[in-house]
């Protein structure tokens, strides 16, 4: 259908057309390119457990230190059409136990999926496709999950092709039953298993109460040394087919991936500055950093490297400095000597060594 914008009404429209996936926010997930990763910047990781990959991928295991995970491991030819994947490879081969799970998965806001209908007689059926990429093959399992995992559904696929890109397409009917969120909390997780034990796994293509993150019977990646699972072109939208993907400018992806994370950092370079200052007395003083846009929540801090300021050296920066905003940071300081009222930078302090401050809203 022809969508007409002009501007005194807006957006009109001539005809029919598919109202969900049209134009707007045609794929739920964020960063399903691979193409942010503000933690690492390309570098290989050893997540040691419950920790965020590339931007709003998140790794989860009951044991420690067992995969490692980078943007573009191993150095492969992307499938059309993209130019980053996240590669997982198992560092050292696990023998699941029953109580077991290895996985990586992304949280979806509730806000970006309230339109779906979940736990309604109205719910939507919603397809997950992407881009996968082993050393193994076989029968693969994943799960859609609500935020406490009352309501799961198991899903399959196939990857028949060793070391080949593989699309796959998993159709999924709307639950009507459970508690499912629709506001700044967890809405719907999205969960592909790395190795998964029988306490966390169900039969696969019905909704169920158990908490699975597989399938029964799945291929259990991190049970083979040095096995790989690389992964791309995520989305998941409504209805029952999967369409092209939904490429969104990069600006437009780092700004909905700085709701959840934000990094301020100076570079390598001496004296570099990110933020801004006002000494209240002449041993205290407050420095401000503004974040690009409103996070999720009030974020959690901490200090990336060692933070300085660019005309005097602080003998303490507070570690409780974020207040009760969404939308910027306050750090308090401890001066030796400083004349009060003056202003400072934050930034780097003398020194080559990158450091700054991140700031977690994750879900």
Known sequence: MPVIIDGTNGITQAGEFNSDSSFGFKNRIINGQMVLDQRNAGASVTPVSNQYLVDRFWYGSTQASKFTAQQNAGSVTPPAGF?????????????????????????IEGYNVSDLGFGSANAKTVTLSFQVY?????????ALKNSNSTRNYPFTYTISTANTWTTISVTIAGDTSGTWGNTNGVGIQVV????????????AGAWTATNAYS????????????????ITGVQLEVGSTATSFDYRPYGTELALCQRYYYQVAAGSSA???FGAGRAFSTTGGNGIVQFPMPMRTAPTFAFLGSVGNYDFSPTAIASGAVPSSNTHMTVGMTFSSITSGSMFWLGQNASSTPCGFTFSAEL
């Open 83 to 107: 130019v980053n994947y996240l590669g997982m490879t198992v560092a050292s081969a696990v023998s699941i136990g029953a109580g077991d799970a290895f996985y990586i998965s992304q949280y």
């Open 134 to 142: 082993s050393s193994l093959t076989g029968t693969f399992g994943g």
């Open 192 to 203: 592909w298993g790395l190795g998964v034990g029988s306490t966390f796994s169900a039969t």
């Open 215 to 230: 399938s029964t019977g799945a291929v259990s990646v991190v049970g083979t040394n040095g096995a790989t699972f690389y």
């Open 271 to 273: 004296y570099t500055q």
